[in-house]
């Protein structure tokens, strides 16, 4: 049986991602630093802000077939009044955890000579956002993305993105209405994406594309590009 190990897999996209990896017969790995309800496959309760103790995590859970770096956290602050614990929390979390967990998971799939890893960024990669960290940092994963995919394609190793538009999660409640009016503004279909829909692009990079698709960003947007 293959097994996923995916962050952020309490609620919203990281759920829905675990859920139809379980559904295909998958062994899932659920990771996140807090459940409010369900709980799908193995249970892992671990805060992505220790990144020290992510080789450790690594090496205590075997075996991992494909990587899902979903978790993510964003703030609505101003530009110009970011408190300096919401920047450190999204560099932490956003780009450096997922950086960490592939440095740990890749010499295993380098010796297995296969493996596939998909990393959660955003349309906000493209066009800058409000929450400048945030943008930033899924920018970031695009460049991790790319880096990742050189070093190990030789080793049959496949390492995409996704990059999500506005989805139907707490992450898209909280933002102001303002900002979700000027989104839906934007999309062709009027509508936010479901979570189901983003799991679905991330369950087909992370288990069935093509092996020459590596390095590359599946936009999952909807035109979803605000001004
Ligand atoms: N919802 C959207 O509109 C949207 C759009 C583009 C990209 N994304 C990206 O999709 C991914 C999933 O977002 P979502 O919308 O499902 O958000 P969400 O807030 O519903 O879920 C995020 C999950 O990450 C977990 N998490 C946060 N910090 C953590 C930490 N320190 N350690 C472990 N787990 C932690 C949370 O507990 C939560 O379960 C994120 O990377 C987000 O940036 C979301």
Known sequence: MNRVL?????????????????EVGWDVLSLDKEFAGEVIGERIDFDLRRIGDIPALVARLGQVDTLVNNAGVLY?????AIPDEHRQEILAVNLEAPAALIAALAPGMKA???GRIVNVSSVSA????????YGITKAGLLNLTK???RALGPFGVLVNAVAPGPTKTAMYDQLPESRRDEIMRSVHSGRVCMPEEVAAAILWLGSACPEYASGTTLDVNNGSYPR
Do not use: E, N, Y
């Open 112 to 114: 297995r000579r296969s």
């Open 147 to 149: 880096s990742w995919a």
């Open 126 to 133: 493209f066009t800058g956002h409000p929450d400048l960290w």
């Open 6 to 22: 995916i962050t952020g897999a309490g609620k919203g996209i990281g759920f829905a991602t675990a859920r139809a990896f379980a």
């Open 76 to 80: 609505c602050d101003p530009i110009h």
